[in-house]
């Protein structure tokens, strides 16, 4: 086993190279052993190698005297559910989130949903079966036992209940569910609403992604988004929703095909939920801060900044009770979900928000989109770690030169202000987070500024040219290139 799997916040590598299917057996005993659990649920995502790969986990756990809660074939948000209802001490699902199809993993819990991270003991398991621990039976000799549970009922109850599907009405949509579990989930969500589905991409569950384009279930790829773009401007359709193949995260793209950035629907939901609740915290990451920081303060909720990754915005949440989470990825957690990211809850919310104020998804945000616009978020690959951490290096070294650097404490990568007129905001305000991606080899670059969309096309392309002229290979088209192709 490659112990590089081991992420930050989960266990990700390529299927037969980076390890194989009793590596997660070994991985099972490992958890069991570290946590002493004696009930963990189980489940997997739609991949061809997660069947094979769930059987090895419920092994190992069984083998070490834990029994297991058989979820099946589910979503990651469904796994957070599923612990936090049955009360289990932990849980797994075998998943690669976004990936391609050769790639595969775990996210691991422990208790109400708390998942492993670099904080929280997943290198503790990591170093566990690197040194070969025995794995002692937990309960004695016998081995821990095996039952199927059926919680898909409880848990379309649970999601329900953030909205009244009687205020929807009716809109016609489009849903990409690329080859994972959200459709069927939208479906009977909304059967019994108004709510009609114009436009079907990828519902059927297919763990292959061979008929997605690339083969990559990701919603932010270019050739993906344009395929959800297209779609939403030859069905007419009021709007269009796209998960990623494991379905925690969700995306929006108004009524004429445009994508809308996590940041702004962050800001949206925030809204939303600080009206409904008379105030509270809201947490969100250091890529893009400025549409989020004024929709908080303006409806009198505190704002938080905490770095990127679900389990550190998790913890946040815990530690500060916070009311709401939300990731420029197009993560959204919520206070009464447990403190974990789901991708339906936003779906129903944006869709109830949209009924009772009786607008169009682009009329609620294209004044974010004028005062608050946003490079979107931008990757360069490089060949070596080394050659990541020299680029960082030379964008620190390049602010000499550019005028009155304010640097933010180091949350989550480089994030660098540019404030105009006697330090304060203005027209001539900039700013840009530069962080290294916990989960591929590459560098993230976002730019926003203060309603002056000429300064971010110029101050983005500046620093791309910087990140490419040292090596960095730009793999995202910028978001003008984009508009200007349709």
Request: hydrophobic share 40%; charged share 25%; net charge negative.
């Amino acid at each position: 086993m490659n112990l590089e799997i081991f992420k930050a916040y989960d266990i990700r590598g390529i299927f037969g190279v980076d390890f194989e299917p009793k590596d997660f057996y070994g991985i099972a005993c490992a958890y069991a052993n570290c946590f002493h659990p004696k009930t963990v649920a189980v489940g997997h995502d739609v991949r061809e190698s997660s069947p094979q790969l769930w059987q090895q986990v419920a092994a190992g756990f069984q083998d070490s005297g834990v029994n297991v809660l058989n979820l099946g074939q589910i979503s990651t948000d469904m796994l957070y559910f599923a612990v936090a209802h049955y009360q289990a001490d932990g849980g797994v699902t075998i998943s690669a989130s976004h990936n391609p199809a050769m790639y595969n993993g775990m996210k691991l819990v422990r208790q109400h949903g708390v998942p492993l991270s670099a904080d929280t003991g997943i290198f503790k398991v990591r170093d566990a079966v690197k040194n070969g621990i025995a794995f002692e039976k937990q309960n004695g000799h016998d081995s821990g036992t095996c039952r199927s549970i059926q919680f898909l009922d409880a848990y379309l109850s649970h999601l329900r209940s953030f909205v009244d599907l009687g205020q929807l009405s009716k809109n016609r949509i489009v849903i990409n569910a690329n080859g994972g579990l959200a459709g069927q989930i939208a479906e009977r969500l909304l059967a019994d609403t108004p709510i009609q589905v114009c436009e079907h991409l990828f519902v059927e569950p297919d763990g292959s992604f061979a008929q997605i384009p690339a083969g990559r279930p990701d919603p932010l790829r270019p050739e993906n988004r344009e395929l959800t773009t297209e779609a939403v401007r030859q069905t007419g359709a009021d709007l269009a929703v796209a998960w990623d193949a494991d379905a925690d995260r969700c995306f929006f793209f108004d009524e004429t095909g445009a994508f809308v950035e996590g940041c702004y629907i962050t800001a949206l939901l925030a809204e939303c939920l600080l009206q409904r609740e008379d105030g509270g915290g809201v947490i969100f990451d250091p890529r893009a801060v400025w549409a989020v920081e004024n929709a908080v303060i303006s409806a009198g909720g505190i704002p938080i900044l905490n770095r990127c990754g679900h389990s550190f915005i998790k913890a946040r949440m815990r530690k500060t009770g916070a009311l709401f989470a939300g990731e420029a990825s197009g993560h959204y957690y919520f206070r009464d979900n447990f403190y974990a990211d789901n991708g339906m809850i936003p779906f129903l919310m944006v869709l109830e928000y949209l009924s009772v104020i009786r607008t169009s998804l682009a009329e609620s945000v294209n004044h974010l989109r004028s005062e608050y616009p946003v490079s979107g978020e931008i990757n360069f690959s490089f060949e070596t770690d080394e050659q990541i951490r020299d680029a960082l290096d030379a964008i620190n070294d390049t602010l000499q030169c550019w005028r009155n650097p304010c640097i933010e404490a180091p949350i989550d990568g480089l994030s660098i202000r540019f404030l105009s007129g006697a330090g304060k905001p203005g027209r001539d305000s900039w700013r840009f987070n530069l962080r290294e991606s916990n989960t591929e080899p590459l560098l993230r670059l976002n730019v926003e500024t203060l309603a002056n969309e000429d300064l971010l096309i110029e101050k983005t392309v500046k620093i791309s040219e910087k990140l490419e002229g040292i090596g960095g290979k730009r793999e995202t088209k910028f978001r003008w290139e984009s508009e200007n192709s349709t």
